[in-house]
């Protein structure tokens, strides 16, 4: 299994900025992917994730309405679409496969069994 964020940078606040990670080695389709967050000594929190098949999403309340999270099946790619971003945003993003099986989106780290290395996403204000 291999996961690769891409697409972080520096942004200025208010300002877009869309993730991808490229998965491979399992079947994409069949996951429930999630998007997590982490600040220097702070624990990895959740952002959004996406179920099977895109039938569901589900977010933070501190990104609702802000970060859209979806799949293209084809490409076996999870993405996340950032709008509206503050400072509070800044972080290191990953992205994460939860295990077969997997139905409903998990929002803790325990739910998932494989993560990206990570991509910077800094907002300066």
């Known amino acids: 299994v291999q996961l690769q964020a891409s697409g972080g940078g520096l942004v200025q606040a208010g300002g877009s900025l869309r993730l991808s990670c490229a998965a491979s080695?399992?079947?994409?389709?069949?996951?429930?992917m999630g998007w997590f967050r982490q600040t220097p000594g702070k624990e990895r929190e959740f952002v959004g994730g996406i179920s099977r098949r895109a039938y569901s999403t589900n977010y933070a309340d501190s990104v609702k309405g802000r970060f859209t999270v979806s799949r293209d099946d084809a490409k076996n790619t999870v993405y996340l679409q950032m709008h509206s971003l503050k400072a509070d945003d800044t972080a290191v993003y990953y992205c994460?496969?939860?295990?077969?099986?997997?139905?409903?989106?998990?929002?803790?780290?325990?739910?998932?069994?494989?993560w990206g290395q990570g991509t910077q996403v800094t907002v300066s204000s």
């Open positions: 080695g399992f079947t994409f389709s069949n996951t429930v």
């Open positions: 994460a496969s939860a295990p077969v099986g997997t139905f409903s989106i998990p929002i803790t780290t325990r739910g998932y069994d494989y």
